[in-house]
């Protein structure tokens, strides 16, 4: 008779996730631009000193290099800062950018749209990661089968499963 392997599987703490999907969008981000340098129309407006509507300058490239910053950093600071400012950042930055790249796709030949909506798609990936970060009621220990359940302001009651307080165990 076959036998069947169990493996454990532990649940992956949501900083590491979070972390994991902003390096996955960020490899995604940067092969996409660099897939773009083989177009003869970016190249053409690049010799021309134009990015889509933007002329290539200084305050141009400041603008490119804070905007790539931002994602980059949010992977450290995922893993560093407090869990309530860093489920709130990831939140906000993710949606944010959700937008920016989203909106860079519109007319975008078929490569971008794919590397753009897998981008978004990471994005909602670290917006609903962080919005349903774990809280400390689900990982306390639940003795005798009972559940945690918020009664106030920062008051946590053992609620007893209806059976186990009739029969006395």
């Known amino acids: 008779m076959p036998t069947t392997t169990h493996y454990l599987d532990h649940r992956v703490d949501p900083r590491l996730t979070i972390a994991a999907s902003w390096t996955s969008m960020l490899f995604l981000f940067v092969c ?5 340098l083989y177009r ?3 190249r053409a407006d690049l010799e021309a000193g134009k990015v889509a509507a933007f002329t290539i300058g200084q305050g141009y490239l400041l603008g490119v290099i804070l905007y790539v910053a931002v994602p980059s950093l ?3 600071l995922s893993l560093v800062m407090p869990a309530r400012v860093t489920r709130a950042a990831n939140i906000a930055v993710a949606a944010i950018y959700a937008v920016t790249i989203a909106a860079s796709a519109v ?21 609903y990661q962080a919005w349903t970060w774990p809280t400390v009621t689900d990982s306390l220990p639940t003795p005798r089968g009972g559940q945690w359940r918020h009664t106030g302001q920062n008051q946590l009651d053992l609620e007893v499963a209806e059976h186990e307080t009739t029969t006395g165990r």
């Open 74 to 76: 949010m992977l450290l």
């Open 40 to 42: 003869k129309d970016v």
């Open 107 to 127: 007319g975008e030949w078929t490569y971008f749209v794919v590397g753009s909506v897998i981008e978004v798609t990471l994005l909602v990936a670290i917006a």
């Open 32 to 36: 996409v631009d660099l897939f773009s």
